[in-house]
């Protein structure tokens, strides 16, 4: 790892995006840091990527994988194409955030939430992002995913009380994916 890694690469600097007029001197811009070999371990363990230990064949993993192969796990998340187009943009990815991860801690004890979440699956996640047009369009999926049995979160912004947004608990896409069948991907 040592190898990959040295000190000079930690020197971040903005040198190159800092216009030569600008009243903010390159030379303020730099966060020079000392580079350790504990600190090079530390970062090598809490990588989020596969370590090298990982991609050593295991039969354990290899049935797991295999089990799990045909039924991918997936979250939908959908939100409204009128607030997109009229709040700002992490207004609205902050209001998908909310209904995904109340979804998820709503259905904590659920199989198909603690598979999605486990440790062999959590930085390989699956999520949708669609969009409906306006409030009627978000309450008519709600209901119909109600009357289809799919457990959800509709998010309702408060305290202004606006729907904003739903997200389903993570499910096989098999399950689900016939009641997301005619909304657009969110662009």
């Known amino acids: 790892?040592?190898?990959?890694?040295?000190?000079?690469?930690?020197?971040?600097?903005?040198?190159?995006?800092?216009?030569?007029?600008?009243?903010?001197?390159?030379?303020?811009?730099?966060?020079?840091?000392?580079?350790?070999?504990?600190?090079?371990?530390?970062?090598?363990?809490?990588?989020?990527?596969?370590?090298?230990?990982?991609?050593?064949?295991?039969?354990?993993?290899?049935?797991?994988?295999?089990?799990?192969?045909?039924?991918?796990?997936?979250?939908?998340v959908v939100l409204r194409r009128d607030l997109i187009d009229t709040w700002p943009m992490g207004s609205v990815v902050t209001q998908g955030c909310h209904a995904s991860v109340s979804a998820i801690w709503s259905h904590k004890e659920d199989p198909h939430t603690l598979q999605y979440c486990s440790?062999?699956?959590?930085?390989?996640?699956h999520k949708v992002t669609l969009e409906v047009k306006g409030e009627p369009q978000i309450l008519n999926l709600s209901e119909k995913l109600k009357a289809g049995g799919i457990a959800h979160k509709l998010w309702i912004e408060q305290p202004e009380n606006i729907p904003t947004c739903l997200a389903t608990k993570p499910y096989p896409k098999s399950v689900v994916a016939l009641f997301f069948k005619k909304l657009k991907l969110c662009k």
């Open 1 to 76: 790892m040592a190898t990959l890694l040295s000190p000079r690469r930690f020197t971040p600097s903005l040198r190159h995006l800092t216009p030569s007029r600008s009243k903010i001197r390159a030379r303020d811009l730099s966060f020079p840091f000392r580079v350790t070999t504990r600190s090079l371990t530390q970062l090598a363990s809490s990588s989020m990527s596969q370590s090298t230990t990982d991609s050593e064949p295991n039969p354990q993993n290899e049935e797991k994988k295999a089990g799990n192969s045909d039924e991918v796990l997936v979250q939908y």
């Open 119 to 125: 440790p062999e699956n959590i930085d390989s996640m």
